[in-house]
């Protein structure tokens, strides 16, 4: 059953449109990646989404029993968020408040939950440091383990490994794949990556000056994909 539903969506912003007629399901338990070119609208399209901007046209429905308070959110990472001067502990915790609704203080249950998301996400020796001490691998799995507290049904992540080495880029694909695989956790990423999106995706949704939606291995016979692959060789 579709969990996030998009029907025939306009996209812009001060009054200019960037992308028109867009109609896409996802299920729960699926692995979509979206991808495209610079400028496209793939950052629009994800604060969509989260009903952090209104689409110009068509709108965003949820189902199988998704609320939309229930969607965690991983964006790209600025260089003040960067500094940010809290606790992991703080931070990750901070990520129950959609849950608490009129309550004005954590529960026990909220405290383990983010006491569970921390340990899935290796950073039970970090818990008293401050955020902004951390490497950047370090940040991103505390922003991950936020994320986790929002939500047992659905991820969505802006280029979770922007600016990071091979080596954590990899662990961090890694831990993303074992929260779909093992936890069912939807996930809806935006990448650049095309090679990372073609070995962890079950869905492809590339937009740009050709829109194509569907499973990677449709995708890969796609002219979308083919015109992408050339455009990212050259660039």
């Known amino acids: 059953m579709a969990q996030l539903i998009c029907q025939d969506l306009t996209l812009g912003y001060d009054g200019h449109e960037i992308l028109s007629g867009l109609s896409f399901e ?11 070119e610079n400028g496209s609208g793939k950052s629009t399209l994800m604060k969509t989404i989260l009903g ?17 308070s229930e969607i965690g959110y991983l ?30 203080f954590y529960t026990k249950e909220d405290k383990a939950l983010a006491r569970e998301n921390i340990r899935k996400m290796g950073l039970e020796a970090l818990t008293k440091r401050c ?11 505390v922003l991950l383990a936020r994320a986790l507290c929002a939500t047992q049904k659905i991820l969505l992540l802006d280029e979770p490994v922007s600016g990071l080495d091979p080596k954590v880029t990899a662990e ?27 070995r ?3 869905h ?7 829109v194509f939606f569907g499973s990677k291995a449709d995708y890969l016979r796609s002219d979308a994909a083919s015109s992408f692959r050339k455009e990212d060789e050259t660039a």
């Open 26 to 36: 996802v299920d729960a338990g699926e692995y979509l990646c979206i991808v495209g």
């Open 52 to 68: 952090l901007q209104s689409p110009m046209r068509g709108k965003v429905t949820t189902g199988d029993g998704l609320r939309r």
């Open 75 to 104: 964006p790209q990472q600025t260089v003040v968020q960067r500094d940010f001067p809290a606790s992991v502990w703080e931070i990750v915790l901070s990520g129950c408040q959609g849950r608490q609704g009129l309550r004005p």
């Open 131 to 141: 955020y902004r001490e951390l490497s950047g691998g370090q940040q991103q799995r």
């Open 172 to 198: 961090m694909y890694g831990l993303i794949d074992t929260l779909n695989k093992r936890d069912g956790i939807t996930v809806i990423m935006i990448s650049h990556d095309l090679d990372a999106a073609m």
């Open 200 to 202: 962890y995706a079950t």
């Open 204 to 210: 492809i949704l590339h937009i740009g000056s050709t």
